[in-house]
């Protein structure tokens, strides 16, 4: 009956990031047959969070950084997502990620530090004033979304987590855990769980965010609960979300892109309209919410807009290469 695990999905809604599934992947889903087209579940995704950064969120934030543009509304922005441990399609997160638990939660320390161990999330979070960042978001796939972020600086908590002399990378792990997150259950899937990593210099440049509410709120469990990495200079796929562990390397670390389609996905990944996809231009993107009637389609910006914080970083890089 089914021949593709995305009969499912309107073709429009076929994004290039799953493209990279190859035949042999494609017939191997096939097989698996509607296994994969479980019925949506009508269920929203709640999050039962921790009363404690519910009241810190309450008790205010500061707004440290705008755009002059409009916030891409909540609806959109909680329900067109990419969050693969919860499916492929756009929607699958909204509806499928309430199976996910954000408390307790705690971050393993690891690698080139002088403080290994587990750090819970509210020794991580509670000496913060949270602060609202409102930062482009910018998807690999050419669309992007203006999104008030909730959180605090990347540096803060690496400054706290103590790395070495010898820590010239930082890698993030998202919760490996197939029962809280059925899309990890998916063999012909990427490999879990998902890696992302900076070099030290983007970890700790002031931009560099880890977000635990957003629009005023606690992070709804699609889009990364209880904490991600925001990075807005970089397509989409380096924000890694649900971060359990941080390693800190002195080598650059397998990312989960990079490692599945390196012609495709680089480590740097830094939001350029003059390099193109393999498969796409990246000149232009589509600003969410659009319509049938009114693709809002812009161009990109270099870094994103970030130009004038991060471009120091690359200089004498030859941002065609290093992608
Ligand atoms: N763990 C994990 N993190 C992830 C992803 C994912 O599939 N798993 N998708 C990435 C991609 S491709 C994008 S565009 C953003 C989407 O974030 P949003 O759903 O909050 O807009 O999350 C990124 N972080
Ligand atoms: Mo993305």
Request: charged content about 25%; glycine content about 6%.
């Amino acid at each position: 009956m089914s021949n593709s695990i995305f009969n499912n999905i309107p073709s429009s809604e076929i994004t290039p990031e799953e493209v990279f599934l190859n035949r042999r992947q494609i017939i191997k889903a096939a097989a698996a047959g509607a296994g994969l087209a479980a019925l949506p579940s009508i269920a929203s995704a709640k999050n039962p969070t921790a009363p404690w950064l519910e009241a810190q969120i309450k008790k205010g934030f500061e707004t440290t950084m705008k755009v002059d543009e409009d916030l891409t509304p909540w609806k959109a922005a909680t329900t067109y997502n990419n969050f693969y441990e919860f499916g492929f399609g756009k929607e699958d997160p909204a509806k499928k990620a309430h199976s996910l638990k954000p408390s307790p939660w705690s971050i393993e320390i690891a690698g080139e530090t002088e403080k290994p161990g587990l750090m819970p999330l509210e020794d991580i979070v509670s000496p913060h004033q949270l602060e609202e960042r409102i930062y482009r978001f910018r998807c690999v796939e050419a669309w992007s979304m203006v999104i008030p972020w909730l959180g605090f600086p990347l540096a803060s908590l690496i400054e706290k987590a103590k790395p070495t002399s010898k820590a010239k990378y930082v890698e993030f792990t998202t919760l490996y855990d197939p029962e809280q997150m059925p899309g990890q259950k998916v063999t012909y899937s990427i490999d879990w769980p998902y890696v992302e990593g900076l070099r030290m210099d983007e970890a700790i440049n002031p931009l560099s965010f880890m977000a635990v509410g957003m629009y005023g709120k606690i992070l709804p469990n699609q889009n990364g609960a209880p904490i991600r990495l925001v990075v807005p200079w970089k397509y989409g796929f380096k924000s890694i979300k649900s971060i359990v562990k941080i390693t800190f390397r002195e080598t650059m670390p397998d990312t989960t892109w990079a490692l599945q389609a390196p012609n495709e996905y680089g480590f740097y990944a830094n939001v350029n309209p003059e390099v193109d996809h393999p498969r796409w231009s990246q000149a232009t993107e589509r600003r969410l919410p659009g319509s049938l009637f009114n693709v809002r389609r812009i161009p990109t910006l270099k870094f994103n807009g970030y130009e004038e914080q991060v471009a120091h970083l690359y200089k004498g890089m030859d941002l065609a290469k290093f992608y």
